[in-house]
């Protein structure tokens, strides 16, 4: 199981938000100019504790629970992304085309753990309007058995030496296997 829990800084954001609400509101009990940010600031202040309220998210094997409410996963049609990732927020039609918006408030790299865990798990779903099988290039049972029998690819060479450098070694080489040592008749180092 994976529990999937709102991030706190929206609850710390929503309740700062608030206090600047009121200290706005303070301010436009004198001039009345300053009702345009109490209400930008009382707007923000709904939108961050909403978001902070959200239920957990949990992944099970067998299903996904979004606070008190179980979804087994063969229930789960489609995963329909929308632009926002963080906070991440998706439609999820369940059999019976019954839909569900999921949002859930963390960081970036927790709301693409969600997502990933989301469309791993349900098995029978279109994911953006892809197949399961297609999205994570899954290949059907039928095909797998033509693809054991493909040849494997022979490694590809790397060139580890200029061609220059690979005819000098060439020529060291044939020289060693000819007179059986690479230094002149000469020179003894004795």
Partial sequence: MTK?????????????ACALAFVSAWFALRWTPSVV???????????????????????HAQHLKIGSRVIPWADIRSIDRTG?????????????????LLVYPGDLETAKSLL???????FEATIDGIPYREFWGD?????????????????PRYPMLRPEDEADVERLYQRLKTVGRLDPKGSDEN
């Fill in 37 to 59: 940010p109490t209400i930008l600031f009382f707007l923000t202040s709904a939108c961050l504790l909403f978001l902070a309220a959200r239920p957990v998210v949990e992944i």
């Fill in 4 to 16: 999937y829990t709102p991030s706190r800084n929206y609850l710390t954001a929503g309740i700062v």
């Fill in 139 to 155: 290949e059907p049972q039928s095909a797998k058995p033509a693809a054991a029998t493909r040849k494997p690819l022979a490694s």
């Fill in 84 to 100: 926002w990732i963080s906070p991440l927020v998706v439609f999820l039609t369940l059999a019976g085309n019954r839909r569900i």
């Fill in 116 to 122: 990933r865990q989301l469309r791993r798990g349900a």
